[in-house]
């Protein structure tokens, strides 16, 4: 993952976007309420919407009338 952008989804109103993700393993941490599980099940609701991904994908986003997910791979 390189970036993750999210719009209106659960406590993140208005556009937000995460990035410089590390290659390997990187950690979400923050207080209580601060969102870490909100970017760990934006990433399964996509994971679980595009069952069959293109080799070649470099952005995967989910569209719903209130907000948007959007996570660009690594190229």
Do not use: M, W
Not at 12 to 27: A, D, M, Q, T
Not at 39 to 45: D, P, S, V, Y
């Amino acid at each position: 993952v390189k970036s993750i952008e999210l719009n209106n989804i659960r406590g993140f109103r208005g556009i937000h976007n995460i990035e410089n993700f590390s290659k390997g393993i990187n950690l979400l941490i923050g207080t209580n309420n601060s969102g870490k599980s909100t970017i760990l099940q934006a990433i399964h609701l996509l994971q679980e919407q595009t069952t069959s991904i293109p080799l070649k994908a470099t952005d995967l986003s989910i569209n719903s009338p209130n907000g948007y997910i959007k996570i660009t791979l690594t190229e």
